[in-house]
């Protein structure tokens, strides 16, 4: 049986072509070429009339939701025939194909064989279409049938010493009635190991806000952003991984918005856009989107914020009552006398040197926002995936509590979410730190008592499995493996364990570098139709707005041995639990109304939830700090006070940040370039600025070790091509996940325990 050769390592997961070229980064998002290769990566995996057919119900009222990110879809008009955009296809593409992975491929190619695979080659194999088994010891996965793999799983599961053995994690796309039906049977079984990729993602965001002001999510609408006077996008890439915000943001621009954006790159989608949609977009347009671009160092946030705050402190001292909201502050707010103590002791300079901006650019920002009293901050992975990442969120608030930014139209937080349903997974119960009020609910509802103890987040889950604790990995959807910090250290808790499972639509490494034995049951994806007796079911996503709504897939499953994910765990809790359930499986089972009618009684918000999400678009759940009620302890919003802290660099050190390509969606490569930063045919790359190319003895093209050393362990990745690219200095940019090898599993953020991916301390030395 392969081991050490599956491992993500020189070769894998993307094998070193060499082959690099380079190109200048675009200056316009989207417009026509997006629509072409939209088309082609469609055409790539399916003939065009399924194609067709999955396109027209992208996004649409009565069609399935987007697999991709978790941007909202308009609440009012919306395109006819095409309300997406090119990574939307790319996604839809992936999940799609019909190209399968029957018996005979996996009788013909061992675990081995396919680990030798880059994971762009894995990704372009199908879509898993029977459920496979590997004994211990086997080299090649095997068909089993549903009973029996239910079966061994239960065997598995009821064999444990303690509930507490096994760990189920859980993936960003399972939809609402699958994320409730499974923590429930997690809860019922007797464990609250749930971590899920929010741990990995926006965790520190729903820290901080609910720290903040009260509810773990953003505040505003898509609406909002259309009456907003300055918009602010903090380490976020929305060209790649949130195209259709940039539409948002045109129409935003349109209705008179100030545009600011700070990000270490000059982002394609942050500078100009055309809208393929529209008749300017056509006749090349172009809209250009950000008005000042503040070039942070990595990690610069928190300080640049400060000296934005305390800009507008300044003025307002000059001109007391004009910068500052005082009403809303007195009357919703707790810490603002400490905060503006603190604030007077900062220094300017300092600030502006710790966040690596020339003070009159910030200069600049504080005029554009110092008048105004609506203002939307929106942030995604640059800001959440630092040790730091709480309190320079907390940061962004105060900035928006000190102009009372928040809960009226036009104003508020955005922390712009990822994967497609992550949000209602977190709403439904998937958490490992369960607030007593569900687990009272549930207790209510059902008569079992859930575990009240907390339960393992992502990266104490992969401790657990390194030390022996975690026995059983059940995974819904998701690849851990490469998802993952250090992933050496995660490979080899993956192959402690007794049994890996994983529900999944697609192949990847996670089903390679397994347990002592491991089974891959393939589900239903969104575009999947989803039938039980006859009847057409649909499940529920909850977008990055708080929208829930309807989704129904339309094509015909590849495989007539899929499983829809509701259904997979309703057949996992019956064998596993059986008689002794309290919870009427079977009954979920037949129609997925009925998960409905149970998630309304035991999850507040969801009243009437059969019939409100059958009106097209849906409906929004309450947010207290959208309408201006903060619910924390005291009923208030909350100042913060934090101190700068700096990243101490040796002189042959840098930071590195790993971040997406435009041509992946998290681990699924969907090809090799990076069209908007020019970089293409070869992901093996790192950006850097020309200057500490120079000051290494390093030259562009030349090909490099990266190295941490972290904790003191030594983590290392080969063969890495050094490009020259407009980044801060001593500030460096890789692809995810070839590089997480080198995030310390031990690097996490404060208080959200979220992998420092945006922050690894690296040397780079010459490959021999
Ligand atoms: N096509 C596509 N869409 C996706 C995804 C995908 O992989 N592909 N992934 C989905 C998921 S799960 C998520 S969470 C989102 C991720 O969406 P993003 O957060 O936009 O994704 P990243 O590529 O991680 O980009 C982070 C951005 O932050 C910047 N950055 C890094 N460090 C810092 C910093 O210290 N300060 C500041 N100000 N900026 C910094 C980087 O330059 C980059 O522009 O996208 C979702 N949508
Ligand atoms: N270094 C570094 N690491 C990171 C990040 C980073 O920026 N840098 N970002 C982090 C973030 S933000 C996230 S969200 C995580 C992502 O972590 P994950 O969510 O674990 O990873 P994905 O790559 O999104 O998972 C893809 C797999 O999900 C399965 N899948 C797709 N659709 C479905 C479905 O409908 N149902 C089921 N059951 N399975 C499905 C397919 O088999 C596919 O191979 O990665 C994190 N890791
Ligand atoms: S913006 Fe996100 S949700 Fe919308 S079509 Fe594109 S990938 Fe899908
Ligand atoms: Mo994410």
Redesign the pocket.
């Known amino acids: 049986m392969a081991t050490a050769s599956i491992v993500p390592n020189a070769e894998n997961p993307e094998k070193f072509t060499g082959d690099v070229k380079i190109g200048k980064p675009k200056t316009t998002a989207a417009g026509i070429p997006a629509v072409i290769f939209s088309a082609r990566h469609i055409l790539e995996e399916m003939n065009a009339a399924r194609g067709l057919k999955a396109l027209l119900k992208l996004n649409q009222k009565d069609g399935f939701d987007c697999p991709?990110?978790?941007w909202p879809d308009p609440d009012d008009e919306r395109s006819s025939i095409a309300e997406y955009c090119e990574?939307g296809a790319?996604?839809v593409a992936e999940e799609a194909t019909s190209k399968k992975l029957t018996a005979s491929f996996f009788a013909e190619n061992s675990v081995a064989d396919l680990a030798g695979l880059t994971d762009y080659e894995i990704g372009k194999k199908g879509r898993v279409a029977e459920p496979v088994y590997l004994p211990e010891g086997a080299t090649h996965y095997q068909p089993i049938s549903w009973d029996k793999a239910f079966k061994k799983i239960a065997r598995h599961l009821n064999a444990l010493s303690s509930p507490n053995e096994a760990i189920f994690y859980t993936s960003?796309r399972t939809s609402n009635e699958a994320a409730y039906l499974y923590q429930l049977f997690v809860r019922e079984y007797g464990t609250n190991n749930m971590p899920d990729?929010s741990n990995m993602?926006?965790e520190s965001s729903g820290v901080a806000l609910g720290e903040s002001l009260g509810i773990g999510k953003g505040s505003v609408t898509l609406d909002d952003f259309y009456m907003a006077e300055v918009i602010i996008i903090?380490?976020?890439?929305?060209g790649?991984?949130?195209?259709r915000m940039l539409t948002a943001l045109q129409k935003a621009k349109a209705k008179g918005a100030t545009i600011i954006a700070?990000?270490?790159?000059h982002?394609t989608g942050l500078l100009n856009f055309l809208n393929p949609q529209t008749v300017k977009g056509f006749l090349n347009i172009k809209t250009h989107l950000t008005d000042i671009f503040l070039q942070?160092?990595?990690?610069?946030?928190l300080a640049l914020i400060k000296a934005l705050t305390l800009l507008l402190l300044q003025e307002e001292d000059k001109h007391p009552g004009t910068v500052f909201d005082a009403e809303f502050i007195a009357a919703d707010t707790l810490g603002y006398a400490e905060y503006i103590t603190h604030l007077r002791q900062q220094d300017l300079s300092q600030l502006a040197i710790d966040c690596g901006v020339p003070l009159e650019q910030i200069e600049l920002a504080a005029k554009a926002i110092i008048h105004k009293k609506k203002i939307i901050a929106c942030w995604?992975?640059?800001?959440t995936?630092?040790k730091n990442a709480v309190d320079t969120i907390k940061e962004v608030v105060n900035l928006l509590l000190l102009k009372g930014s928040i809960g009226k139209p036009g104003a508020g937080t955005c922390p712009?979410?990822?994967?497609s349903n992550?949000q209602g997974d977190r709403t439904v119960g998937i958490f490992e730190k369960p607030s007593e009020q569900l687990l009272n609910a549930i207790q209510k509802v059902y008569g079992f008592d859930p575990p009240r103890e907390h339960g393992f987040d992502t990266v104490s889950a992969i401790k657990a499995m390194r030390d022996g604790k975690g026995k059983v990995f059940f995974a819904m959807g998701g690849n851990f493996l490469s998802a993952t910090p250090d992933t050496e250290v995660t490979a080899q808790a993956l192959r402690n364990c007794d049994l890996t499972i994983h529900v999944s639509t697609k192949l990847n490494r996670s089903h390679l570098v397994h347990g002592k034995e491991a089974i891959i049951l393939p589900c239903f994806g969104r575009s999947d139709e989803d039938i039980i007796n006859g009847e057409k079911q649909f499940v529920t996503c909850e977008n990055s707005m708080g929208v829930i709504q309807m989704s129904r897939g339309n094509l015909k499953p590849v495989s007539g041995h899929l499983l829809s994910e509701p259904t997979i765990v309703c057949r996992l809790a019956q064998a596993t639990l059986g008689s002794k359930s309290r919870v009427n499986w079977e009954r979920y089972s037949q129609h997925y109304d009925h998960i409905r009618e149970d998630i309304e009684k035991v999850i507040p918000g969801f009243n009437n939830y059969n019939e409100r999400v059958r009106r097209p678009g849906g409906f929004y759940l309450p947010n207290g700090a959208r309408e201006g009620r903060f619910e924390t302890q005291t009923r208030k919003a909350h100042f913060n006070v934090a101190d700068v802290t700096t990243q101490q660099l040796a002189p042959d050190e840098c930071m590195m940040?790993?971040?997406?390509s435009?041509d992946?969606?998290?681990t699924t490569i969907y090809g090799l370039d990076d069209r908007y930063r020019g970089i293409y045919q070869e992901r093996r790359v790192i950006l850097m600025n020309i200057k500490d190319i120079l000051a290494a003895g390093l030259q562009p093209g030349d090909i490099v070790d990266l190295y941490n050393e972290f904790g003191g362990t030594e983590r290392v990745v080969h063969k890495f091509i050094v490009v020259e690219y407009n980044i801060p200095e001593k500030c460096t940019?890789t692809y995810?996940p070839e590089t997480n090898a080198l995030v310390p599993l031990n690097s996490v953020a404060d208080k959200s325990n979220t992998p420092t991916s945006?922050?690894v301390i690296l040397k780079i030395k010459k490959s021999t």
Do not use: Y
């Open positions: 991709g990110c978790a990574n790319k996604a960003g990729c993602c926006h903090l380490g976020q890439n929305p790649t991984n949130h195209p700070v990000n270490p790159l982002e942070v160092k990595i990690n610069g946030d995604a992975m640059g800001l995936q630092h712009v979410r990822g994967h992550v940040m790993t971040i997406r435009h992946q969606f998290n940019a995810f945006k922050l």
